[in-house]
């Protein structure tokens, strides 16, 4: 059983900062890649940002330069550091991963709601 728990989220003002994290427990030989997608009310659930084993990353446009994420694969562990937060990015994010447990898995956390004021 492979589990995913987010933390972190909360209610900012504009401007601020948060920074999320997300462990992965249970039964994992390893982790190809780690990610955080949101979604607002009434809107698809989007990619945020996604970092694979070697280091490499990939971040939606609307992001870009504002927020940074990071793993340590020691703590199979994934951040979002967000920054100069806006409105826009009020959401519900939710933790992925790619996980070689005692199956190839596609697994999701049960989300953190990110709430900025204007």
């Known amino acids: 059983q492979v589990q995913l728990v987010e933390s972190g989220g909360g209610l900012v003002q504009a401007g601020g900062s948060l920074r999320l994290s997300c462990v992965a427990s249970?039964?994992?030989?390893?982790?190809?890649?780690m990610g955080w997608y949101r979604q607002a009310p009434g809107l698809q659930r989007e990619l945020v940002a996604r970092i694979i084993s070697g280091g490499s990353t990939i971040y939606a446009d609307s992001v870009k330069g504002r927020f940074t994420i990071s793993r340590d694969n020691a703590k199979n562990t994934v951040y979002l550091q967000m920054n100069s937060l806006k409105p826009e990015d009020t959401a519900v994010y939710y933790c992925n991963a790619e996980i070689i447990s005692t199956y190839r898995g596609n697994f999701w956390g049960q989300g953190t709601q990110v709430t900025v004021s204007s």
């Open positions: 249970g039964v994992i030989f390893s982790i190809n890649r």
